[in-house]
Structures are given as C-alpha cells and as structure tokens.
C-alpha cells in the first residue's frame, strides 16, 4: 500500500493573526485535494482563526505541542482535548527546539506522545541529532533512543503515527542533510520500528524529514524511498514555498 506523502508546515513562534489568516488561506487556496497530505501548524493563539480560514479545505489544522494531562492546575498548558475542540488533526511531540532549547526530557516527550496518540490525534514524532552527536557518529543510536520514546503496546495504528527526522544542525542553518544522507536515516528509522512493532506497521508510517527542506532541494529528498514528506519550518511561512513544496511531494 503507498504512503501518501504528508507535508507539514512548522509555523513555530511566527505571524500574527492577520497573517495568519493570509497564509492559512493561501494554503488552502494552493493545496491540490489528492496525492499528497497538507497541514499547518500556527501558534495556539492563532488555532481558531486558522481553522476557520482552512475550512472547506483538505488541509489538516495541527498543533506544535500539547501537555500530557486532561485539565487541572497546569498554568499556561494546553490539553489535548482544548486542541480537538478547535479542530486540530495533528501535533508535534519531541521538536528539537522543545528537547533542547526548553529542555524538554526523554520522558516528558514520551507522556505527551502517548496523550496525542491516545487522545485520537495523528501524532508526529520528533527526532534527530545534533551537530556534534552527527559527527561523533551518534547518529543512530540518537535516533533510536528517541523513537524508544514511543510504546508500541499502545500505538497500533500506523495511519496516526508520522515520525519526523530532523537533524538539528540542518534546522536554520541553511546547511541540510544529502538526499542519500536522508535516505540513510530513513531507512534506520523503518528499520527500527520494524523491530519495535513488526514490518508491516513499519511500512505504512509516514516518515518525514524536516530539516531546512526548501524548493530548491524538496524533489531530490522526496525521491527517496524512505522519505514520505517533509516537516516543513522557514520554507512553510511563505504559501508561494510552502506550495512549491507540496507540489513536489505530489
């Protein structure tokens, strides 16, 4: 069965409502309705306005983060079910700059990976490896620690789990991985979650690669076997790049 290719945008901390809006819009407008998976995630503030301007279209509304408890005394937290309630379809669990710039832990990511999942949302998985890990020749046993995060006990169906790789020394940097250095990872990352559920389950997931893909370099990733889309950060926040993208995946 083919993957369908899943190409994301990362909004991160970026836009204000009106543009927004605009670029949800635009999206929505520009997206083609088969052959490739389109969604956007925006900041929380922004959830609403964005699902009303995507409204009608096929693009998914995601979210870039979520905690890991219903409700309770968790100030400035944002539950999974308040996102279903907006219209969120996916969220991002394990994002370099939450493992490393807010220092998130290995179990922290793991909690709010099984509340998305469990919460009945797709759930892009997070992972990858800094500049100096990558050159330690960490690579690997990096990637695997983080899928490692995950409970397949738990997750069965493969259609709700994407993982992204995003090798963090390629993310704004404007240096990226090879086509067949992407490829090499993707690879390992199938393989591995071959041995944690079985081959099957492993085939069917979406596995993106999400660092600094641009128009210039989406068709030579894309090609790959193992590469099912992009997670995608400063090319997303232009619809025009954002587009060129998607119609690469397509």
Not at 117 to 144: F, M, P, Q, S, W
Request: hydrophobic residues 45%; charged residues 20%; aromatic residues 6%.
């Amino acid at each position: 069965m083919p993957r369908i290719p899943f190409i994301a945008g990362n909004w991160k901390m970026n836009t204000l409502k009106a543009s927004a809006i605009e670029l949800a819009k635009a999206v929505a407008q520009g997206s083609p309705r088969s052959g490739v998976e389109v969604g956007v995630a925006p900041p929380f503030v922004y959830l609403d306005a964005v699902a009303q301007a995507l409204a009608g279209s096929p693009v998914l509304l995601g979210a870039q983060d979520a905690f890991y408890e219903k409700s309770g005394a968790f100030t400035g937290e944002i539950s999974v079910d308040m996102l279903k309630d907006v219209g969120v379809k996916f969220v991002l669990t394990g994002h370099s700059e939450r493992r490393h710039v807010l220092h998130e832990s290995p179990e922290l990511v793991g909690k709010k990976a099984a509340a998305v999942y469990n919460g009945g949302l797709i759930l892009v998985h997070c992972v990858g490896e800094k500049l100096d890990e990558r050159d330690g020749n960490k690579t690997l046993a990096v990637v695997e620690a983080q899928l490692k995060e995950l409970n397949p006990q738990s997750i069965a169906d493969p259609a709700r789990l994407v993982i992204a790789y995003e090798p963090v020394w390629a993310i704004g940097t404007g240096r990226n991985a090879t086509d067949a250095q992407a490829q090499e990872v993707h690879a390992f990352i199938r393989q591995t979650l071959g041995k944690m559920w079985n081959p099957d389950f492993a085939g069917r997931v979406r596995i993106q690669y999400g660092g600094s893909m641009k128009p210039e370099n989406a068709k030579g990733l894309l090609d790959q076997p193992d590469v099912d889309g992009g997670l995608i950060g400063g090319a997303a926040l232009k619809a025009e790049s954002f587009l060129a993208i998607v119609n690469a995946a397509k």
